[in-house]
């Protein structure tokens, strides 16, 4: 897992360039993955989720791959804009946990102008 | 959409102060949760509360309380507030999981506290 903060991971990304964020999980009895996008001062947003019996499912700009043979997830943001500067984290839930999400620590993603 | 409000953005409290931090979610969600989040420590989970009247320890209960006397309604106390406790709270609610679907939790802005 990854720091949050003054040791956080940043990936910096040009301005219209497509942007992916990676998170590992290690419970392989998660079934249930989330990510969130935290600006600056505010609360998670939800972002999009994926169920562990898929390994692809696309929003509006941004797109979720799961790769649960390497227990790996992974955020692609196409034309990465300004307002796309935040935090990124991924959540995963497993019965195993009594439901309960676990967050990861998060990537700062920067676009440069 | 889902709407988790709390009651301040920033507060400043002394030391041995009780602090009381409140959650409004307008969603008629079951869960409630209340987290702290520290730089380098990611999202810890204080407590949480799956019904009215009803709590369960997260990781880090230690110097916390909370009621729920209300479905909409979950409080978070320090009850004598120390500076290790200056951190962003953030409270979060959800729908329980049901014919195998998961929670998705939806969180508030954030109440940011320093302890001094």
């Known amino acids: 897992g990854e720091s949050v903060g003054l040791h956080l991971p940043t990936l910096s990304v040009q301005e219209g360039d497509n942007s992916i964020i990676n998170c590992a999980y290690s419970?392989?009895?998660?079934?249930?993955f989330i990510w969130y996008k935290q600006e600056s001062g505010k609360g998670p947003q939800f972002i999009i989720d994926i169920r562990s019996n898929m390994d692809k499912r696309q929003g509006q700009r941004v797109t979720v791959l799961l790769n649960k043979t390497v227990k790996h997830l992974s955020l692609q943001i196409a034309a990465t804009q300004p307002g796309d500067s935040a935090v990124y984290f991924c959540a995963e839930n497993s019965l195993v946990r009594d439901d309960k999400i676990i967050f990861g620590k998060g990537t700062r993603l920067h676009i440069l102008p | 959409d889902v709407k988790v409000t709390q009651s301040s953005r920033y507060l400043v409290k002394r030391t041995g102060e009780k602090v009381f931090l409140e959650c409004v979610q307008d969603m008629d969600h079951e869960n409630m949760f209340w987290y702290r989040q520290d730089p380098g420590l990611g999202l810890r989970l204080i407590y949480f509360?799956?019904?009215?009247?009803?709590?369960e320890k997260g990781d880090i209960p230690e110097g916390y309380s909370v009621s729920r006397e209300k479905k909409e309604r979950f409080s978070l106390i320090l009850e004598s507030a120390s500076t290790n406790q200056t951190s962003m709270y953030l409270c979060?609610?959800?729908?329980?999981?049901?014919?195998?679907?998961?929670?998705?939790?939806?969180f508030g802005p954030g109440t940011r506290l320093l302890v001094l």
């Open positions: 979060a609610s959800s729908f329980p999981p049901s014919g195998g679907a998961r929670e998705t939790q939806y």
């Open positions: 419970n392989s009895a998660s079934d249930y």
């Open positions: 509360s799956y019904d009215v009247k009803m709590k």
